[in-house]
T-cell receptor, first 106, second 113 residues
Framework: GQSLEQPSEVTAVEGAIVQINCTYQ??????LSWYQQHDGGAPTFLSY????GLEETGRFSSFLSRSDSYGYLLLQELQMKDSASYFC???????FGKGTRLHILP | NAGVTQTPKFQVLKTGQSMTLQCAQD?????MSWYRQDPGMGLRLIHY???????DQGEVPNGYNVSRSTTEDFPLRLLSAAPSQTSVYFC????????????FGPGTRLTVT
């Protein structure tokens, strides 16, 4: 199977750090992507991991551990504009998880 | 570049009607996909194409047809609309199968009554 599991919701405080986890089934795995989607908008690409380790892009970082079939998205110095849904996605066909809604409190 | 464009933005259909959702990209991307997004279900892959003349099924292909006669266009056809097809439809493109950065169109919100 190709399913991915993410928490449905996460809440954090402005200025803090939050981690959004994603676990996946291993068959046919190629790599893990992360996308952000604001309400009413289209998903936008954030990052991709094909190999184990951390990829950093500004305030956002993504981590992959293929031995644990696990990855996460780390958002630092949270801003109110980061309130959105975040999706992990896998494989060359790009299959998405159900998404995590991030709520940020002032 | 306009990126990925979709028409229409909104559509209401009656059960049994057919229609085509249009998708075009001007980035010369080989790979294009259609997704539907329903509340709590994330984005589910309907059909995809790795290049002109080549299409394949995704996770939820039933009730939908696609064709890819040109690199730029990837229309999605609903053969006989059903209320279960009420959803937001996104078209996406990327450079090729080995590229993971996918660009999405603005979406089409479809309601079937």
């Amino acid at each position: 199977g190709q399913s991915l599991e993410q928490p449905s919701e996460v809440t954090a405080v402005e200025g803090a750090i939050v981690q959004i986890n994603c676990t996946y089934q291993t068959s046919g795995f190629y790599g893990l992507s992360w996308y952000q989607q604001h309400d009413g908008g289209a998903p936008t690409f954030l990052s991709y991991n094909a190999l184990d380790g951390l990829e950093e892009t500004g305030r956002f970082s993504s981590f992959l551990s293929r031995s644990d079939s696990y990855g996460y998205l780390l958002l630092q110095e949270l801003q109110m504009k980061d309130s959105a849904s975040y999706f992990c996605a896998r494989d060359d066909k790009i299959i998405f998880g159900k998404g995590t809604r991030l709520h940020i409190l002032p | 570049n306009a990126g990925v464009t979709q028409t229409p933005k909104f559509q209401v259909l009656k059960t049994g009607q057919s229609m085509t959702l249009q998708c075009a990209q001007d980035m010369n991307h080989e790979y294009m996909s259609w997704y539907r997004q329903d509340p709590g279900m994330g984005l589910r892959l309907i059909h995809y194409s790795v290049g002109a003349g080549i299409t394949d099924q995704g996770e939820v292909p039933n009730g939908y047809n696609v064709s890819r006669s040109t690199t730029e266009d990837f229309p999605l056809r609903l053969l006989s609309a059903a209320p279960s097809q009420t959803s937001v439809y996104f078209c996406a493109s990327r450079v090729g199968q080995s590229s993971y950065e996918q660009y999405f169109g603005p979406g089409t919100r479809l309601t079937v009554t």
